[in-house]
């Protein structure tokens, strides 16, 4: 049993309500970039996660993820509904097991939540709950076991600070699964689909950036110089990231946006946790520049490969983890972190073949299992709303709200939101048409 250390709990506290507030900050980075008839189902997505994701990973999750190892694949339930998991820390940690487990919770509902950006303005409310159970139990919970909980990749060797794998890439995957299988939005390519609320996308990027201190700085699970490392890494590569994305869209566009210097900071967030607790401020430098760069020019492969990510979850979290996986194999060295390894500058061949293995594991598992439970779901209870339910937009069709009130009415019911539009049925379409 290990001893408890008060300035290390504090500090863990810390973080874990600090990757709690990136799920709201992730509703409203989302809810931003819909067009304003789906504001309220995306910020839904996002947010009825913290409902689905406690219950799940309190009863299974933690168990599958941090239980005793079988056969390097999986946990198992002996800790069923926090079974044993109390007070006290676990062998050769410093802080309460009980945090230990809601901190990794917090990371068990973001990132199923990031997922739902790929299939935004589409999908039945119903099936979204089914997915994500299945998907928390049955793909994000091996990986995470496989990577941080004693399976075969943390066994081999690969290494994976806060997520790269486990949350981005893995969260990417599925997200591609589900714009494939679901299919495009009514429109897609042929009818302008701007976000509606860029401040909105603004505020919650800010949130994101706050909130991945504790995502990144608290993995090191104690309050010591490498937690400090991670923390600033993280803010240089997300500076980085969003220098690096409005740079490519001025030489490609001419014009730099808010828009691409909130996607780039996320971009370099992302690309810099698999290797926060791994490398120094240069190296963060580079992978913040890198990864802006590269997600940005990756964003525009939904239009050359025909698939509808309606949120760029797959340029973004997809491209952005597997740069930042890689680079983690170049770039990290045992003077920063001795529990780590040397990456290709420092003469770790062998770390980077191993980060290619874990990449192409995380890719082909979370596709394929992904695949299978979104095709089951469909054959069961389908997908996909009606074509007049998105048509008439998510919030007023699943859940008989609307986000703004228009002329003074009501938007808490589905009469009140009719009679907003038998009075001002043109409104929408005269004051904001790329919204709508």
Not at 14 to 38: D, E, H, I, Q
Not at 110 to 116: D, E
Not at 358 to 382: D, E, N, P, Q, R
Not at 399 to 425: C, D, I, K, M, R
Request: proline share 3%.
């Amino acid at each position: 049993m290990g001893t408890l250390d008060t300035g290390d709990t504090a500090w863990m506290l810390m973080s874990t309500a600090l990757v709690m507030f990136m799920t709201p900050g992730l509703a409203l980075f989302y809810g931003g970039l819909v067009r304003s008839k789906n504001v309220l189902s995306t910020i839904m997505h996002s947010f009825i996660m913290l409902g689905i994701g406690t219950i799940v990973w309190i009863l299974v999750g933690y168990s599958l993820a941090f239980g005793p190892d079988k056969f390097g694949l999986i946990g198992d339930l002996s800790m069923f509904g926090l079974k044993g998991v109390g007070m006290a820390p676990a062998e050769g940690s410093t802080i309460p097991e009980i945090l230990f487990m809601a901190f990794q919770m917090m990371f068990a509902i973001i990132t199923p939540a990031l997922i739902t950006g790929a299939f935004a303005e589409r999908m039945k409310f119903s099936s979204y709950v089914v997915f994500m159970v299945a998907w928390l139990v049955f793909v994000y919970s091996p990986i995470a076991h496989w990577v941080w909980g004693g399976g075969w990749i943390m066994q081999l060797g690969a290494l994976d600070f806060a997520g790269g794998t486990v949350v981005h890439i893995n969260a990417a995957v599925a997200a591609l699964a589900a714009a494939i299988v679901i299919g495009k939005r009514k429109g897609f390519g042929k009818e302008a689909m701007h976000p509606h609320n860029l401040p909105m996308t603004i505020l919650g990027a800010a949130i994101l950036w706050f909130g991945w201190f504790g995502f990144n700085a608290g993995s090191a699970l104690a309050a010591n110089g490498l937690a400090a490392v991670a923390f600033v890494v993280t803010h240089i590569a997300s500076a980085m990231g969003a220098l690096g994305w409005i740079i490519a869209e001025k030489l490609k566009t001419g014009k730099p946006t808010t828009l691409g210097a909130a996607s780039g900071a996320v971009a370099g967030l992302v690309a810099i946790t698999p290797a926060a607790g791994f490398v120094g401020p240069i190296a963060a430098i580079a992978i913040g520049f890198i990864g802006g760069i590269l997600c940005y020019l990756a964003v525009g492969l939904k239009f050359k490969l025909g698939y509808d990510d309606s949120l760029d979850v797959v340029g973004v979290h997809g491209v952005g983890g597997v740069i930042g996986a890689l680079l983690t194999g170049v770039f990290a060295t045992v003077a920063i972190n001795e529990a780590g390894a040397n990456g290709l500058l420092y003469g770790g061949m062998d770390l980077f073949v191993k980060q290619l293995i874990a990449i192409g594991a995380t890719i082909g598992y979370s596709f394929i299992m992904s695949f299978i439970i979104l095709k089951a779901i469909k054959s069961v209870m389908g997908l996909r709303v009606s074509e007049e339910e998105e048509v008439n937009g998510l919030d007023l069709s699943l859940h008989s709200e609307n986000g703004y009130a228009l002329g003074g009415f009501s938007s808490g019911t589905l009469e009140h939101a009719v009679a907003a539009v038998q009075v001002a049925p043109n409104f929408a379409v005269k004051t904001a048409p790329a919204s709508e």
